[in-house]
């Protein structure tokens, strides 16, 4: 080959060496130290911003920064409802390690919000220990080359001496402690309810009626007022005759709640009137009506926002309530009585 030819392909060789530097040296996009997938079923949980919020909070960095090309930490976390209670599971996967780290935390079907803040802080805390395993066992980066910085040709004079090799150093996230945020309050909700009631000892025989109230939802603590209407049921005389009385009141009730179950206790007061049933004793007359209680139930939820009710109540009257005919007493209220009911019941919101 003629010496003419050798510097034209020395030239196109350094050539075509210098866009592949550059190319090279471009940097790549950079994955975030932890990539979290997070999903809330419920409408009181976090959402996701919230959740990611929650998280960085108590770590002493941001997890979800670029991580300097190192592959990123999976997490995964879901909260799904099971039944009557709220289920979070935490399944945290490292990029080198082919096991999985699970957790599962449950809660009350009340307490979304509170889980939600749980696990955040086990996701948190599952995220410093990777970490700090991570920076324990792995080499620290290589330094990367400063811009504009000149590679060394053949020609470039040989320096002096050579430095000694740096020591590795290890860098540990440093771990501080900060407050655990305060679940989010929940709103007030308001729900309300009727169906039929029948008892025994309220009125003569075994009476029947309707009743229908509101409930404040305040957690598990829930006041309400409820209204309740007896048909007349009748009481009949030996002597030929009887009487027919009929019940209206209004009671204020005090429950908690515990999953579907549920216990009350309850103040009512009313009017109870009579009136004979024979043409000559026809005479209506009314009389005040009061009565304390207790009430226990169940409440099996249907299609949102409805729900059906079983409940049972013990009514100790206050006022003694008697139906009589001249001097024959027919009918006299035991000392306590008691309801059977089935209620439909809505949440408004």
């Not at 409802?81 to 999985?100: C, H, K, N, Y």
């Not at 000149?150 to 590795?168: G, N």
């Not at 404040?216 to 209407?229: D, V, Y």
Request: proline share 9%.
């Amino acid at each position: 080959m003629s010496r003419a030819i050798r510097p034209a392909l020395v030239f196109a060789t350094v050539a075509l060496s210098i866009p592949a530097r550059e190319a090279a040296a471009q940097p790549a996009a950079e994955a975030p130290i932890v990539e979290l997938s997070y999903s809330a079923v419920d409408a009181g949980c976090f959402s996701e911003s919230e959740f990611r919020d929650a998280v960085r909070q108590r770590l002493a960095f941001d997890p979800f920064a670029p991580s300097g090309g190192a592959k990123p930490i999976a997490v995964t976390t879901r909260i799904v409802r099971s039944g009557s209670q709220l289920r979070a599971s935490i399944v945290l996967t490292e990029p080198d390690r082919p096991s999985e780290a699970a957790q599962e935390i449950a809660s009350g079907p009340e307490g979304c919000a509170t889980l939600s803040v749980a696990a955040a802080l086990a996701t948190s805390m599952s995220i410093e220990r990777t970490i700090a395993r991570r920076g324990a066992t792995e080499p620290s980066p290589p330094a990367a080359e400063a811009p504009g910085a000149e590679t060394p040709t053949d020609e470039s004079p040989l320096p002096e001496a050579e430095s000694p090799p740096q020591p590795r150093r290890t860098v540990r996230p440093r771990t501080k402690v900060r407050e655990t945020p305060r679940p989010r309050s929940r709103p007030i909700g308001v729900r309300t309810h009727a169906g039929p009631i029948f008892g025994l000892g309220i009125l003569p025989g075994v009476a029947a009626g309707v009743s229908a109230g509101g409930t404040l939802e305040l957690g598990f603590f829930r006041p309400g007022l409820e209204a309740a209407g007896w048909f007349p049921s009748e009481a009949t005389s030996s002597r030929g005759g009887g009487a027919r009385a009929s019940l209206i009141v209004l009671s204020g009730t005090a429950c908690a709640h515990h999953g579907r179950l549920f216990a009350c206790g309850l103040a009512t007061l009313g009017e109870f009137r009579a009136a004979g049933t024979d043409l000559l004793v026809s005479r209506s007359s009314g009389s005040m009506y009061a009565a304390v209680g207790g009430r226990a139930g169940i409440e099996l939820p249907l299609v949102a926002p409805f729900s059906l009710g079983l409940q049972a109540t013990a009514v100790v009257p206050l006022v003694e309530r008697t139906l009589r005919i001249v001097d024959e007493v027919l009918w006299l209220a035991p000392p306590v009585g008691g309801e059977l009911g089935m209620f439909w019941r809505v949440t408004i919101f």
